[in-house]
């Protein structure tokens, strides 16, 4: 089941880094691709919770968990912005990729056994 999730925050980190790259070059981001890169990282979102509530593993992937809901809450105030047409501060979704890659990088250490 973590895989699945490692699965769907790859996604969304893919769609993220197109996404920061629009942001940074101050040009308003296609919707389509914010839907999806919000899509795919709620679903890891929510098959974390799935697990850590379901399995007798030691090792529940709460930190991940916590991690990831940072990333989402401030992911949500960029998605506001965005779609009040009013512009997206870069800092902020860096801030945001930063989290959220963080956050990758800690579920794979996890998952991958380092």
């Given at each position: ?10 996604l969304a980190v893919l769609l993220g880094a197109y996404l920061l ?11 389509a691709i914010v839907f999806a890169h919000g899509t795919f990282a ?32 401030v992911g949500l105030y960029l998605f506001f912005r965005d779609i ?31």
């Open positions: 089941m973590v895989v699945a999730a490692v699965i769907s925050f790859t790259i629009y942001v940074l070059q101050k040009k308003h981001p296609p919707k709620v679903l890891g979102i929510l098959i974390l919770l799935i697990y850590a509530l379901t399995t007798k593993s030691h090792h529940k992937h709460w930190d991940s968990f916590t991690i990831f809901s940072i990333a989402a809450v009040r047409h009013k512009n997206v501060p870069k800092w902020v979704a860096v801030v945001h990729a930063g989290i959220a890659l963080f956050g990758f990088v800690w579920i794979l250490i996890h998952v991958l056994g380092f």
